[in-house]
């Protein structure tokens, strides 16, 4: 059985997605929230606000609760001195090889919400693909840049 | 290296014109089609018309010489270094280690005069198709120096181009090509090719261009006469215009794969074609970054199929990342072609197949969309709705079909992997050539024990994915371990891991 690569995401990304999954959540209330009113306006079905409640605070589960939580467990990753090794995806796990060889360049990139929680996100480019670490500690994630762009261009080029 | 500004032969302002000309057509022909027809007869408003057109004519000529005028091309510092432009002068370096191919195409105006079009290709680094130049007509022998300039900047010893083209393409005539297209599979290749299609949405478009001139009332009255002489005479006519359409095809098939011709030359394939416009196009090998097998359904059973090259970088504008190497052969003349052309490849593959459990794969996703679709339709539309049940077996058979072709196998240095869409395509991919490779697994797949393995490969200007379906878990961990640069062992790990 294939290890599981050892680096995982920083802690905070954790909260960071919970916060984007609020966010959705948020505008699934407000269309719940139309939906209520839609109601008491026309029929004022006693059901249908009970079915309106039981999914906002599904999705809402799902999506500050449950996702992100898998999400988080589930990704991992390793830069090893030739290959990068990812495994992430909610329903579908997805376990991906990138040969240092094939390394294009490597981007950081820190939005808003990131920032507040200092963190960084960095995508590996190659040839045709592009690989993304979404939450990174911004310190680590510069280093992390530095070093793969170092051990991408003393890989040989056997192409 | 000269200073010595070259200009291109005079015809390029007649080609530049034919261009203009033929770009223009449709809008010009509606134009001129409805002033026509709406002018009043004998005014002097219908003579300005004429008057116009003659002047639009004449300064669309007048352009296209001054195109030709003003274009200049010279070779200095190792670069290929273009100035052209019509109201604004614009100049162009390429450097000749950039230039990844030239491609050559003798139209009907080229021949007469042993002129030649040149098309330089850099390297897909350019999003537009800005990045290339185009020599509209110069001599072979001019496109011979070009050849020869480039092959000294990119220091590479010239030795089989020392002849002008004329001579090489006398030496052609001796030298024996790889492949060339028989009459018999040119004539199955236009006759079985999807071009009628691509005719009737042409023609849709012609005809939605005349739509208002189609006097719609009488051809109405004269449906009704017809449908009054019996609907045969409208299947008649029916069938006569598929005929046609289908005549048309085969000849445009014919026209742009005539003579179709592939050989090797200074590590470059070339492919020359073509009827009325004959085109030669190189490719160089280095960039080949996969080889096709592709049969459809009904050529499968004749035992044809379809060779086809995925290249890197080209240029957008061409749509060329994939490249029909061979249009139509009999499969077992396949082989010792490939072998020929590409040395490296192991085209003798001995498939590994999906295992027997993941066959459910195929098909049950989509069960899971049918299921309410079909229930729906027959609830509204009962009884003949009941037939969409139909889609069930089908969709069954189909998956079942996808399931048996699937498969893959490797060796040291490539992967080839089969699989079915409708038509079953075979992918050889050299390792060093794939940029990323991904095992995927659903809760499903896990509990069954298989895995899918995708691959990517550039071709064209981005990449293309290929995914082997749904095989046995240790077989999907065999091919990533196989991909894998190197495999550490778990006790090295926390030494090979500053992080």
């Known amino acids: 059985m294939r290890q599981e690569p050892i680096n995982q995401l920083s802690e905070s990304g954790l909260r960071v997605w919970r916060i984007y999954g609020l966010f959705q959540t948020l ?12 109601n008491y306006f026309t029929g004022q079905f006693i059901w249908l606000y009970i079915v309106d409640v039981v999914v906002i ?5 799902l999506l500050i609760y449950l996702f992100p939580k898998i999400r988080w467990t589930r990704w991992r990753y390793e830069v090893r001195e030739q290959e990068i090794e990812l495994q992430h995806g909610l329903f579908i796990v997805k376990r991906t090889l990138v040969p240092m060889v094939r390394v294009q360049h490597v981007d950081t990139e820190q939005g808003p919400i990131l920032r507040k929680y200092d963190l960084s996100s960095i995508t590996i480019s190659t040839a045709a693909t592009s690989h993304t670490i979404p939450a990174l500690v911004t310190g680590e994630a510069d280093e992390l840049r530095g070093r793969i762009s170092v051990l991408a261009r003393v890989a040989e080029d056997d192409v | 290296m000269s200073k010595e500004k070259f200009t291109l032969h005079p015809i390029s302002a007649v080609i530049n014109f034919v261009k203009v000309l033929k770009e223009m057509i449709i809008p010009l022909v509606v134009v001129i089609a409805v002033n026509g027809f709406g002018g009043g007869s004998g005014s002097w408003t219908s003579y300005i018309i004429y008057i116009i057109y003659a002047v639009l004519l004449i300064a669309m000529l007048v352009s296209g010489i001054i195109e030709w005028k003003r274009f200049r091309y010279w070779f200095e510092e190792e670069e290929l270094r273009i100035e052209y432009g019509l109201f604004v002068k614009k100049k162009r370096y390429i450097p000749f280690e950039r230039i990844q191919s030239l491609n050559y195409t003798e139209g009907i105006f080229h021949r007469p005069f042993g002129l030649i079009k040149v098309k330089v290709e850099t390297a897909g680094g350019g999003a537009t198709k800005e990045a290339d130049a185009e020599l509209t007509a110069i001599t072979k022998e001019a496109a011979e120096q070009i050849k020869k300039e480039m092959n000294l900047a ?16 006398l030496a052609k ?11 018999k599979d040119l004539f199955i290749l236009a006759s079985t090719s999807g071009g009628v299609g691509v005719f009737f949405s042409g023609l849709a478009v012609f005809v939605s261009q005349f739509s208002e001139l189609i006097p719609y ?15 045969l005479l409208i299947a008649l006519l029916v069938f ?3 005929l046609v359409a289908w005549i048309v095809s085969v000849a445009i098939t014919f026209i742009n794969y005539y003579e179709f011709t592939i050989w090797v030359e200074d590590q470059e394939i070339i492919i020359t074609r073509g009827l009325l416009e004959k085109k030669k196009i190189t490719i160089p090998l280095s960039r ?8 459809n359904p009904l050529r499968q059973l004749t035992g044809h199929a379809t060779v086809i090259v995925d290249s890197a970088g080209g240029s957008l504008a061409e749509k060329d990342e994939k490249i029909r190497l061979i249009p139509l052969i009999k499969k077992d003349k396949i082989n010792p072609i490939l072998v020929q052309i590409f040395p490296n490849y192991e085209f003798e593959a001995n498939f590994t197949r999906v295992p027997k459990r993941s066959r459910k794969f195929f098909y049950r996703l989509d069960f899971l969309w049918m299921i309410p679709v079909a229930t729906c339709v027959s609830y509204f539309f009962f009884p003949f ?6 889609l069930f077996p089908l969709s069954f058979l189909w998956g079942a079909w996808q399931h048996k072709t699937a498969g893959y196998w490797m060796d040291e240095k490539q992967l080839v992997v089969q699989y079915r869409l409708f038509s079953r395509v075979s992918i050889w991919m050299e390792k060093k050539r794939i940029q990323a490779m991904t095992a995927r697994t659903t809760y499903f797949q896990k509990k069954a024990n298989v895995s899918s393995i995708m691959t990517t490969i550039k071709s064209g200007v981005s990449g293309s994915s290929t995914t082997i379906p749904h095989i046995e878990k240790a077989d999907a961990e065999s091919l990533m371990k196989w991909y894998e640069p190197t495999r550490i062992e778990p006790i090295d790990r926390e030494k090979e891991q500053p992080l």
Do not use: C
């Not at chain 2, 080949?288 to 049969?295: C, D, H, K, L, S």
């Open chain 1, 27 to 38: 505008i699934v209330l407000l269309v719940g929230i139309g939906v209520g009113v839609i």
């Open chain 1, 57 to 61: 605070v599904l999705i809402g589960y």
């Open chain 2, 154 to 169: 990119k220091h590479k010893e010239s030795t089989i181009s020392d002849g002008d083209l004329q001579q090489e393409e």
């Open chain 2, 173 to 183: 005539e001796q030298r024996k090509p790889l492949f060339r297209m028989s009459r």
């Open chain 2, 217 to 231: 009332e009488t051809i109405y009255n004269e449906i009704i006469m017809f449908i009054r002489f019996g609907a």
């Open chain 2, 240 to 242: 006569f215009a598929l």
């Open chain 2, 288 to 295: 080949i970054q996969a080889v096709r097998i592709v049969e």
């Open chain 2, 385 to 390: 709705g009941l037939l969409s049940f139909l």
